[in-house]
């Protein structure tokens, strides 16, 4: 079975909502998973940061509607982790 | 459950209540917590610190009443990290 | 018994498909395996990125064919570790 | 129940008493500390150092006050960790 | 008894065999061994690597006949490890 | 009681002892201390040397005495570490 | 009782013995050893080596006289480290 356990996302995300907020909505989408934000740069209207999501059994698509749905957008995509685990 | 574990914050702060009160404010008023307070520059009057807040359900408007309380701004928000339990 | 443990590979990818599912694909390849992509340099039509496969007992050809029908080109194999364990 | 538990300082102390006797001193103040002295530059009549001191439930003031009747003054307090444990 | 843990050598190797096989092959004359190669230089018709063999008790002369064999040349033994067990 | 666990010095040594008999005579004075000395400097008559020594219970008068009664001479004390521990 | 646990030498060699023949001599004469030479630097006729001999009580005589018995001079003791174990 083909499970995602990792993803590293370079994100522009406006100051609104903060990333406090901005955090918790994404983990909202992937129960059991462990969401960590870093400001890397703040302009005057938006903020560049580091998402890195952890979990059992990330679906992609899922936090990439939950930063767009905030005016966030996914500049790339860093790092992917993926393990094949017998069924 | 969505629980905030950690939170790193770029402060500035006057130098009246001194480090050590300054932090064991915040600390106060996050039962649980563990608060590291470092200071990264120290100006004529105020100095800039960053504040790690660790803890199992953090809750950001608490802590960021009480810096505003002692006088102080938070500059950013640089890292956050949560955590998406099964209830 | 002679097994590949370990392989890290330069890798030269098209925007399409994105890593997410370029690391799916190389990973669906290996049962047991872990694959870890990271984008090292994005260009207008490409990206460089670092493929680190682990697994008990890897096999270089599948993942190579993965790569390229994928679009991609193996620009070099940087790394490898081979365990020759008592049969 | 608020705990001090780890304060880092950067002192100014006169050659005597020696870094020995300097740190032996302020440990006497904190029974279950550790105290750790580091050297970081050393002039004609004073030395800079950094002073870490560990402990369950460390009392600012009596360090304070234990480092200014040895001839030291406290040039910043660099780092505090504080624990808000459960009464 | 004297034992030889672990040998790096600075190897210059062509480009064929790859280094999958060239790595294989090595592994395949030290039972028990793990092998790892890393690419430090590519150039032209060959590439310089840097390979790791550790095992039990490694015999440098089958490891040194294996590059030969295959058209490397090793251009410096860089780190030996050694253990003298009592017998 | 008051315990000093750890001493770093800096010290100016003559040739001879060498720091094999230099280092073993330090050990001598300090019963289940371990000595660590690495040399950092070597000039025409003297080597600059650090020597850390780590213990249960040190005493710095008989330290500094070994190091002078061999010609060297204690350049500064670099670290200190005490404990305070409950008697 | 006085203990060497670890040396580490500066030596200078000639290319014959090599590395592996060079490092097995020393280990010879250290029964319980664990000998790890680093080369730092080679010259026409000579390589610059690091040796790192640990073990549980080591005699730095029947090193040095390994050493230079292969055409080896000991070029600076780096560091040492002695344990004063209780009888």
């Known amino acids: 079975m083909l499970l995602i356990k990792r993803i590293v996302l370079d994100v522009l995300k406006p100051h609104h909502p903060n990333s406090i907020d901005f955090t918790l909505s994404i983990a909202e989408k992937s129960p059991g998973s462990r969401v960590e934000l870093t400001v890397t740069e703040v302009d005057e ?7 890195v999501i952890v979990g059992e059994n990330l679906h992609y698509d899922t936090i ?24």
């Open 45 to 51: 209207k938006t903020e560049t940061v580091v998402i």
């Open 64 to 87: 990439a509607d939950a930063v767009s749905s905030m005016g966030g957008s996914i500049h790339s995509i860093d790092k992917v982790e993926v393990e094949n685990e017998p069924d």
